[in-house]
């Protein structure tokens, strides 16, 4: 299963763990009341898998892609990881599966405290339009994702502070009272 912890606040390297001492797990629970949900699946036959299939027509993913983040494969590597892991929203949900390799997704709690999400081959996770999140690769510096998307994809991210959004406000009132 998943393993997320509350970071330290250390500047040092972001694809380090970040871990606090002692560390501080946080719970699928606990991520899913900040609207973060979580499937295991296996990556080895993502290509015919029924489960992925399932989800992808329960949830609406009618569009997909891979990308591979590597030095050597992905164009602007060192300038879109820098992108990537700017905290910023988005006005979709943001849906990933990675099929290869490592990645840290660090998403913000209800108080505003990073919490790291470990995610390896057979992850996929969605995080809510309006989180403030980032992404980063891990020392081993590589991994491959599959992006999902409810119809024609959108990219756009909006760096904090994004709090004029109306779906920032819908989900910072979706957080009260859990
Ligand atoms: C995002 O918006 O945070 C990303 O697309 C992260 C990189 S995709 C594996
Ligand atoms: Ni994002």
Redesign the pocket.
Known sequence: TLEAWYMDSSEEDQRKPHRLNPNRPVSLDDLRKLGVFHWKLNADIYETDPELEQIRKDQGYSYMDIISIHKDTLPNYEEKLKM?FEE???LDD?IRYILDGHAYFDVRDKEDRWIRIAMSKGDLIT?PAGIY???TLDENNYTKAMRLFVGEPVWK?YNRPADDFDIRQKYAASLQGS
């Open positions: 990537f910023h929203l988005h943001e995080l999140h980032r992404f991210a």
